[in-house]
C-alpha cells in the first residue's frame, strides 16, 4: 500500500472511532439524565395514584360507615378510581400483598403478559419504604414501572404504575443515527483535508523517487535539488554524496577496463609484428625456388630476431602475469650487496657499449624481494644502457632521503625525452622510440613491470629527464631501521 | 614493370614485402613513416600502394586521406582485426585490408586481384610457345588454341603469374576455387595433370613432394 493510501485510511478509521466513541458518552450520560427525570416524573405519579388510592379506599369506607372494607368494595372502588373522570389515563395496578392477585388494574393488560413483570410482581417482597424502578420493553415501546408496597385500612397492597418511557429511547437512537452519520462525514471531510496535506508534504519524495530511479538506471551525473523540508534535504544530500561515491567508481571501474583493453589491444599488436616478419620470412624461404645464401642469411636472420623479440615479450608478460599472483617474500636486503652483483652482471654489456657504471650507497638495508628488486634495477640500468651513446656514464645511487625512506636512483647522460613522454613512459608498450626499442629488442613493458614492482613494495618510481641531457629515474622506499 | 609503394614502419616486415613482390617481379619502395610514405606516394608514379595503419608522424587513414587526390589503389596492412577499423578504411576508399600476420602468396593474390581490377596486370602472358590472353580466355600452344575447362584455364594462369614459387595445394584451392577445400586436394591434382597433358608441361610443371607443385621458369633450367 502507498504511504498516503496508508495515511488516508488510518486517519479516516481513526477519525470515526474517535468520534463515536465521544459521541457514545455524551449520547449516554444525557440519555441517563432523561431516564432521571422520567424516574423522578414517574414516582410522582406513583404517589399521587397511590395517596388517590389511598384517599378512595377510606372516602369510600366512610361513606359506606363501615369498620372495615371487604376486599371487593376495595376492588370496586380502586376500578372507579381507575376509571374515574381524572384518571383516563392511569396505568396501574393493584395487588393484593398476601396472595400476589390483582385486585384492580387499567392499561396493565398487556404488561401483565409479559413473564418479566409476572416474575416482578410475584418476586417482589414488599417494602413500603422504598419504591422499586423497572423498566420492561413491550414491542416497540419501552415502558417505566414503579412498584411500591402501601397498606390501606389494615391491607396491604403492592401498588404498580407504568410510565412510557418510549420517546426518551427513540429520541437516543435518533441522536445515535444523526452522530453515526455526521462522524462519517466529518471524517471524511476531516481525511480528505489530511490527504491532500500528506500528498504534498510527499511530493519531495517522488521527485527523490523519479532521481533515484534515474541514478539506478546508470545516470550517474544527475544531482539532485536539495528542495523541502529539513528531512528531505538531509537525504538529497545524502543520495547526492550516494551518487558522488557511485560516479567515481563507476569512473575508475571503466578506467580499468578500457586499460586493460588498451594493455589487450597493444599486446596483439606487439606479438603481431614480429609474427608478421617471421610468418612472411619462413613463407618465402618455403615457397621461393632459389634462395641465394646471403637472402637466406638474411631472411633467418630476421626470424631468429623477431623470435627472440617475442620471447623477450612473453618474458617480460610472465614476470607481469607472476607479480599479479605470488606472494612475494619481503626481507632485509642490504643494497651495497646488490648494487655490488649488479655490476658484476652488467660488466660485459657495459664494456661492449663503451659505458662505465658507478655505484654508490651508504649503509642502507630495506626491506624488498631481493629477486624483484635486482629486476627492478637491471630493468632501469638497460633502460640507461639502450638510452646511452659510447663513452657515457650511468650513475647507480642510494641515500638516506631523511624521512625514514631511501631514494634509489638510476641516472643516465643519454639521448633523453620529451616531458610528453615522461608522463606516458609507464604505460604498458609506450615506447619513446618504436624503432630504436625494437632494435635494442625491447617490447615496451619494462617500465610498466618496474612501476608494477614498486607498487607491491610500496615504493614510488619517478621519472625526471631532458632532451639531450639524460634521463634519472628515482625509486623511493621505506628504510629499515639500522637495530 | 609493376612498382609498389610500402609504407610500414616495422623495418622487417617491409623487408619481407618487399622480398617477397620481388619473387613475383614487383618492384617495391619502402617508407617508414606516414609523412615521407604521403609524400612519396604523391611524387611518384605507383601501381599500388600497401599502407600501414599504426604509422608514426601521420597514421594509416590519414595518409589515405592526403594522397586519395593521386588516384592509386591502396591496401591497408595492419594488425588491429577491429571491423570498425576495416569499415574506416574502406570507406576511405582503400581496396582491400590485409590483416598481420599474412602469408607472402595471400599478399600476392590479394595484390593481384586489385592490380586486375585496375587493369595493371598484363593481359597476356607468354612462356615459351606457350600464350596465355587472360581478358579473352584463350590460350594457345605454338599457335594453336587449347581447349581447355575455365578451371583449368585459371590453374594454369595462376601458375603462369607464379613461375618460380611454390604453390600449396590449399592455395590455389583458395584461389582458383574461391573458397578453404577441406580434404579436396585430390581435385587440385587431376586439374594439374589435365592442365600438365594438354599443354605439355610435363617437365616444367613439378610436383613438390608435401608441398604442392611449382611451374619453373624458361630461363631456369
Redesign the interface.
Given at each position: 500500500m502507498k504511504l498516503w493510501q496508508n495515511i488516508f485510511l488510518s486517519s479516516l478509521l481513526l477519525m470515526i472511532l474517535t468520534i463515536n466513541i465521544v459521541s457514545a458518552a455524551v449520547l449516554s450520560s444525557s440519555h441517563k439524565m432523561l431516564l432521571e427525570r422520567e424516574q423522578a416524573h414517574a414516582v410522582n405519579e406513583y404517589e399521587f395514584f397511590a395517596a388517590s388510592f389511598s384517599n378512595a379506599v377510606i372516602y369510600e369506607r366512610l361513606r359506606a360507615d363501615e369498620v372495615i372494607l371487604s376486599e371487593e368494595q376495595v376492588a370496586s372502588t380502586a376500578k372507579e378510581l381507575f376509571f374515574g373522570p381524572d384518571n383516563d389515563t392511569a396505568h396501574a395496578a393493584v395487588f393484593s400483598a398476601s396472595d400476589r392477585r390483582l385486585v384492580a388494574g387499567s392499561g396493565f393488560d398487556e404488561l401483565m403478559e409479559l413473564g418479566e413483570v409476572q416474575d416482578h410482581i410475584s418476586g417482589y417482597s414488599p417494602d413500603p419504604d422504598t419504591c422499586q424502578i423497572r423498566i420492561f420493553t413491550l414491542g416497540k415501546s419501552r415502558i417505566m414501572t414503579v412498584t411500591s408496597a402501601m397498606t390501606v385500612e389494615g391491607r396491604d397492597y403492592i401498588v404498580i404504575t407504568a410510565l412510557d418511557v418510549s420517546d426518551i429511547y427513540a429520541m437516543r437512537d435518533r441522536q445515535r443515527d444523526f452522530v453515526r452519520k455526521v462522524s462519517i462525514i466529518s471524517a471524511a471531510i476531516v481525511s480528505l483535508i489530511l490527504l491532500v496535506t500528506v500528498i504534498i508534504l510527499l511530493r519531495p519524495l517522488s521527485r527523490l523517487n523519479i532521481y533515484t530511479k534515474a541514478i539506478a538506471g546508470g545516470n550517474y551525473k544527475i544531482r539532485i535539488r536539495k528542495k523541502g523540508s529539513i528531512e528531505f534535504r538531509e537525504l538529497s544530500g545524502n543520495m547526492n554524496a550516494m551518487a558522488d561515491s557511485i560516479q567515481r567508481n563507476a569512473a575508475r571501474l571503466e578506467k580499468t577496463a578500457e586499460d586493460r583493453q588498451t594493455f589487450i589491444?597493444n599486446l596483439?599488436?606487439e606479438m603481431?609484428?614480429?609474427?608478421?616478419?617471421?610468418?612472411?620470412?619462413g613463407?618465402?624461404l618455403?615457397?621461393?625456388?632459389?634462395v641465394s645464401d646471403s637472402?637466406r642469411m638474411?631472411?633467418a636472420g630476421?626470424i631468429v630476431?623477431?623470435t627472440k623479440r617475442l620471447r623477450s615479450l612473453s618474458g617480460k608478460l610472465m614476470e607481469l602475469v607472476a607479480l599479479g599472483g605470488t606472494e612475494t617474500e619481503m626481507e632485509p636486503v642490504a643494497l651495497r650487496d646488490i648494487f655490488r652483483d649488479l655490476e658484476a652482471a652488467f660488466a660485459p654489456q657495459l664494456s661492449k657499449n663503451g659505458l662505465t657504471l658507478y655505484t654508490s650507497s651508504e649503509e642502507i638495508t630495506v626491506m624488498a624481494d631481493q629477486e624483484l628488486l635486482i629486476s627492478l634495477l637491471s630493468n632501469l640500468i638497460e633502460n640507461a644502457v639502450k638510452a646511452s651513446s659510447e663513452g657515457k656514464r650511468i650513475a647507480l645511487n642510494a641515500r638516506h632521503n631523511g624521512d625514514g625512506r631511501v631514494l634509489i636512483s638510476v641516472a643516465d647522460e643519454g639521448i633523453g625525452m620529451s616531458q610528453e613522454a615522461v608522463e606516458k613512459v609507464f604505460q604498458p608498450f609506450y615506447m619513446v622510440d618504436?624503432?630504436r626499442s625494437?632494435k635494442a629488442g625491447g617490447a615496451g613493458l619494462g617500465l610498466a613491470l618496474c612501476e608494477k614492482i614498486a607498487s607491491v613494495h610500496g615504493a614510488e618510481l619517478s621519472v625526471t629527464s631532458e632532451i639531450g641531457k639524460g634521463t634519472t629515474v628515482s625509486l623511493l622506499m621505506k628504510e629499515v631501521e639500522p637495530s | 614493370m609493376i612498382s609498389i609503394l610500402i609504407i610500414e614502419?616495422?623495418?622487417?616486415?617491409a623487408?619481407?614485402?618487399k622480398?617477397?613482390l620481388s619473387?613475383v617481379g614487383y618492384s617495391g619502395t619502402c617508407r617508414?613513416d606516414g609523412r615521407s610514405g604521403a609524400e612519396e606516394a604523391m611524387k611518384g608514379s605507383y601501381d599500388l600502394i600497401l599502407l600501414d595503419i599504426?604509422l608514426?608522424e601521420m597514421n594509416g587513414f590519414e595518409v589515405m586521406e592526403s594522397i586519395k587526390s593521386c588516384g592509386t589503389p591502396v591496401i591497408f596492412l595492419t594488425?588491429?582485426?577491429d571491423v570498425a577499423d576495416k569499415v574506416k578504411g574502406l570507406r576511405l576508399g582503400a581496396e582491400d585490408y590485409i590483416v598481420?600476420?599474412?602469408?607472402?602468396?595471400e599478399?600476392l593474390a590479394r595484390i593481384d586481384v586489385v592490380l586486375r581490377r585496375s587493369e595493371k596486370t598484363r593481359d597476356t602472358i607468354t612462356y615459351g610457345d606457350l600464350t596465355a590472353d587472360i581478358g579473352r580466355h584463350i590460350i594457345t600452344l605454338a599457335g594453336k588454341q587449347v581447349q581447355l575447362t575455365p578451371k583449368e584455364f585459371d590453374v594454369i594462369v595462376y601458375f603462369l603469374q607464379h613461375q618460380?614459387?611454390?604453390?600449396t595445394r590449399e592455395r590455389l584451392l583458395s584461389a582458383v576455387w574461391g573458397y578453404e577445400f577441406e580434404g579436396e586436394s585430390r581435385t587440385v591434382d587431376i586439374h594439374v595433370q589435365q592442365v600438365r597433358r594438354k599443354l605439355g608441361l610435363k617437365d616444367k610443371l613439378i610436383t613438390i613432394p608435401k608441398?604442392g607443385y611449382?611451374l619453373?621458369s624458361q630461363n631456369?633450367v
Open positions: 589491444a596483439a599488436h603481431k609484428t614480429p609474427l608478421t616478419s617471421i610468418l612472411g620470412f613463407d618465402l618455403r615457397i621461393k625456388k632459389n637472402e638474411e631472411y630476421v630476431e623477431e618504436k624503432s625494437r | 614502419d616495422d623495418v622487417n616486415i623487408k619481407m614485402i622480398a617477397t619473387i617508414y599504426m608514426p594488425a588491429m582485426q598481420k600476420p599474412f602469408e607472402a602468396l599478399l618460380d614459387i611454390a604453390v608441398l611449382r619453373e631456369s
